[in-house]
């Protein structure tokens, strides 16, 4: 079946950096993409969403891009603190339909 | 802000015992979701209610899964009997009714099959 996977499985990164987490997607009828944050012990958290009418889109500290050209999506963290460190992972939803399909995951390790 | 509710936060059971999670959405979220996740790897849907109707539970195993969500609101999820492969997290979410709307997840519980 169709899925969601990643590039990286782990990234490490300085404090005060920028992060980048990539992901590809091979569904093409998905028109919503999530990232999620998921730290050990946790459910995943909400970050940030973005729909497939949209190439870019910002909030705090965070912006993802979407390329569906190449089926390409990636998260941005700007200035990367200790407290991002966690599982990142981006999820699709096929249109007309409510489920998410996740992707693997990327560990983000930031160290001081 | 609000929370998806979900109880027990930890469980160990022996094969071949029956197992029961309990999820309690956002309030004014219609759609409730089952996911299981294996350690290292993204979540997967095991079954999704609207409402009180089960729209998706093609990933469910039916043998020995059963989910409900009687009222609408709360929902249960058990396992009888449980495998050693049942150990996993497993995770309760809600949304909104419409599908451009994120899902919530709770803190899930953690199963262990001995």
């Known amino acids: 079946g169709e899925s969601v996977g990643l590039h990286l499985p782990t990234l490490s990164v300085q404090e005060g950096d920028n992060s980048i987490i990539n992901c590809a997607y091979s569904n093409s009828a998905s028109d919503y993409f999530i990232w999620y944050k998921q730290e050990s012990g946790k459910g995943p958290q909400f970050i940030i969403d973005?729909?497939?009418?949209?190439d870019k889109r910002q909030g705090q500290r965070v912006t993802v891009l979407l390329n569906k050209t190449v089926k390409h999506l990636s998260l941005q963290i700007a200035a990367t603190q200790p407290g991002d460190s966690a599982v990142y992972f981006c999820a699709e939803r096929e249109t007309g339909f409510q489920k998410l399909v996740f992707g693997t995951g990327t560990r983000l390790l930031v160290s001081p | 802000e609000a929370e998806v509710a979900q109880s027990p936060r930890y469980k160990i059971t022996e094969k071949s015992q029956a197992v029961a999670f309990w999820c309690d959405p956002i309030?004014?979220?219609?759609?409730l979701y089952w996911y299981r996740q294996i350690l290292g790897q993204g979540p997967e849907l095991l079954v999704q209610f609207q409402d009180e109707s089960v729209v998706d539970d093609s990933q469910l195993p039916k043998d020995r899964f059963s989910a409900e969500r009687l009222k609408g609101v709360d929902s249960t999820l058990k396992i009888q009997p449980a495998e050693l492969g049942d150990s996993a997290m497993y995770l309760c979410a809600s949304s909104f009714r419409d599908s451009n709307s994120p899902l919530h997840f709770g803190n899930g519980t953690r199963l262990t099959v001995t």
């Open positions: 973005i729909r497939s009418n949209m």
């Open positions: 309030s004014g979220h219609a759609t």
